[in-house]
T-cell receptor, first 113, second 114 residues
Framework: DQQVKQNSPSLSVQEGRISILNCDYT??????FLWYKKYPAEGPTFLIS?????DKNEDGRFTVFLNKSAKHLSLHIVPSQPGDSAVYFC????????????FGKGTLLTVNP | DADVTQTPRNRITKTGKRIMLECSQT?????MYWYRQDPGLGLRLIYY???????NKGEISDGYSVSRQAQAKFSLSLESAIPNQTALYFC?????????????FGDGTRLSIL
């Protein structure tokens, strides 16, 4: 049973436009959500996170939105740049002191010049 | 210099061999994790440790063991490797301070078992 789902394996956008990556989850106990970016031959790099008590978190060109009632979060990248081309993973943590992440399968973002 | 270093970066070995993957970190983090990634799948947790000699099973621990003898080091062993353990393995660390701390990953070890 996949608790964190990224239903789009890939996404292609033009440079300068907005990229929107989506993530759905099923476990209502998740209280902290993260986005990671991964380039080939490198490990995932932490990008941005959001606590379940918020509905938006912004860091420069990156904004994460959380809709708890829909169990949905999204990552917006504005404006998109070719260097943003990577695989993006959504991850979630359930409440409590235990810190275990559940990852989605990832979405390959390609930003075309 | 990388904060989380994994060795080796690539390894090809044969079925039945014992293999050890090493992870060391200079971030001073208490918590360390081992994940594997298979093609088209997300990362899955194998083992994790919140302190020296603290060991906890993740969702796919069968066939693996780990050792945490020092804060900075966390090793993963495959006692008798089998082909379906061919995967990309990642080590990660996180701070034990505060409730929500992101995990920081090494660059991975690509393991092939023939």
């Amino acid at each position: 049973d996949q608790q964190v789902k990224q239903n789009s394996p890939s996404l292609s956008v033009q440079e300068g436009r907005i990229s929107i990556l989506n993530c759905d989850y099923t476990n209502s106990m998740f209280d902290y959500f993260l986005w990671y970016k991964k380039y080939p031959a490198e490990g995932p790099t932490f990008l941005i996170s959001i606590s379940s008590i918020k509905d938006k978190n912004e860091d420069g060109r990156f904004t994460v939105f959380l809709n708890k009632s829909a169990k949905h979060l999204s990552l917006h990248i504005v404006p998109s740049q070719p260097g943003d081309s990577a695989v993006y993973f959504c991850a979630a943590k359930s409440g409590g002191s235990n810190y275990k992440l559940t990852f989605g399968k990832g979405t390959l973002l390609t930003v075309n010049p | 210099d990388a904060d989380v270093t994994q060795t080796p970066r690539n390894r090809i070995t044969k079925t039945g061999k014992r293999i050890m993957l090493e992870c060391s970190q200079t971030k001073g983090h208490d918590r360390m994790y081992w994940y594997r990634q298979d093609p088209g799948l997300g990362l899955r947790l194998i083992y994790y440790s919140f302190d020296v000699k603290d060991i906890n099973k993740g969702e796919i621990s069968d066939g693996y063991s780990v050792s945490r003898q020092a804060q900075a080091k966390f090793s993963l062993s495959l006692e008798s490797a089998i082909p379906n353990q061919t995967a990309l393995y990642f080590c990660a660390t996180s701070s034990g301070t505060g409730t929500n701390q992101p995990q920081h990953f090494g660059d991975g070890t690509r393991l092939s078992i023939l």
